[in-house]
């Protein structure tokens, strides 16, 4: 059988695309095709209708995309074990955090297409956002296949691939910083007798719909910032409580610290 995609890796990520899609519609179950060897994580997919198997080598040379989901640190020995069964004009696309197309490139069969992707688990509930980036050996119209596949998941961007150490640390890595801010915010209000559950739905909602407001009217954070904040008000307290704490620079290290592993790991 010849499947739309092979997902080489059950992960959390893997599992986040292999969702997305189904119930997107982008991609029925049957044309998805997974290989895990952790029994647990099969069972994941197989509650999607989703096909699994124990060894790429079963379904890398039956995919017209193959799909890497796999840890940096062990990217190199999957694709190693995988290359002889990629026919040409499968598309290869990695989602392995730093790992460059030139390095998968040298690894895989000459002339192989590949498409290095940075998305993020929101694509679960068709909210991702994910960076596209084409080697040197991708054509324009498999940038565009892979761009696609990703926009039925979410948002989805072609940029140049030196813009992708970037991407991961701000979209890639981003819904654990905003977990925790939720969870701070939460905790907050827990502190000022707020049930938990309540302080957790306020602090989600209000996080979802800010972003949800700036993302339909493209209004600068700033601007919303200002529109909130009445002059001597509770607002305008808080904000200077958080620039005194250095909101800002926490949130600039962070980056900066996410940037420096990405690049570590693609070397």
Same mark, same amino acid.
């Given at each position: 059988?010849?499947?739309?995609?092979?997902?080489?890796?059950?992960?959390?990520?893997?599992?986040?695309?292999?969702?997305?899609?189904?119930?997107?519609?982008?991609?029925?179950?049957?044309?998805?095709?997974?290989?895990?060897?952790?029994?647990?994580?099969?069972?994941?997919?197989?509650?999607?209708?989703?096909?699994?198997?124990?060894?790429?080598?079963?379904?890398?040379?039956?995919?017209?995309?193959?799909?890497?989901?796999?840890?940096?640190?062990?990217?190199?020995?999957?694709?190693?074990?995988?290359?002889?069964?990629?026919?040409?004009?499968?598309?290869?696309?990695?989602?392995?955090?730093?790992?460059?197309?030139?390095?998968?490139?040298?690894?895989?069969?000459?002339?192989?297409?590949?498409?290095?992707?940075?998305?993020?688990?929101?694509?679960?509930?068709?909210?991702?956002?994910?960076?596209?980036?084409?080697?040197?050996?991708?054509?324009?119209?498999?940038?565009?296949?892979?761009?696609?596949?990703?926009?039925?998941?979410?948002?989805?961007?072609?940029?140049?691939?030196?813009?992708?150490?970037?991407?991961?640390?701000?979209?890639?890595?981003?819904?654990?910083?905003?977990?925790?801010?939720?969870? !701070? *915010?939460? @905790?907050? %209000?827990? $502190?000022?007798?707020?049930? #938990? &559950? =309540?302080?957790? /739905?306020?602090?989600?909602?209000?996080?979802?719909?800010?972003?949800?407001?700036?993302?339909?009217?493209?209004?600068?954070?700033?601007?919303?910032?200002?529109?909130?904040?009445?002059?001597?008000?509770?607002?305008?307290?808080?904000?200077? !409580? *958080?620039? @005194?704490? %250095?909101? $800002?620079?926490?949130?600039? #290290? &962070? =980056?900066?610290? /996410?940037?420096?592993?990405?690049?570590?790991?693609?070397?």
């Amino acid at each position: 059988m010849t499947y739309g995609l092979a997902i080489i890796g059950g992960g959390r990520m893997g599992e986040a695309i292999a969702a997305g899609l189904v119930s997107s519609g982008a991609l029925p179950a049957d044309r998805i095709a997974v290989a895990e060897p952790n029994a647990e994580r099969q069972g994941v997919f197989v509650a999607h209708g989703i096909a699994v198997v124990a060894d790429g080598h079963d379904i890398a040379g039956d995919a017209e995309m193959v799909l890497l989901a796999v840890k940096p640190q062990v990217i190199d020995a999957v694709v190693a074990h995988l290359a002889d069964d990629i026919p040409a004009g499968t598309v290869v696309v990695s989602i392995a955090a730093g790992i460059t197309t030139a390095r998968l490139e040298s690894l895989l069969p000459a002339g192989t297409a590949v498409v290095r992707v940075m998305p993020n688990t929101p694509a679960m509930v068709g909210a991702g956002m994910a960076v596209v980036s084409g080697g040197s050996d991708a054509s324009a119209e498999q940038v565009e296949r892979v761009r696609t596949l990703f926009e039925a998941v979410g948002e989805a961007v072609v940029l140049d691939e030196h813009f992708q150490d970037a991407a991961t640390a701000i979209s890639g890595s981003g819904p654990a910083y905003v977990a925790l801010v939720v969870d !701070a *915010l939460a @905790a907050a %209000g827990v $502190r000022q007798g707020l049930p #938990r &559950a =309540v302080a957790q /739905a306020l602090a989600t909602q209000t996080v979802q719909g800010t972003a949800e407001l700036l993302a339909r009217t493209g209004m600068h954070p700033a601007e919303l910032m200002d529109a909130v904040s009445s002059p001597g008000g509770t607002t305008i307290a808080a904000l200077e !409580a *958080l620039e @005194a704490s %250095g909101l $800002r620079t926490a949130f600039a #290290r &962070a =980056v900066d610290a /996410a940037v420096k592993r990405s690049k570590e790991l693609g070397s």
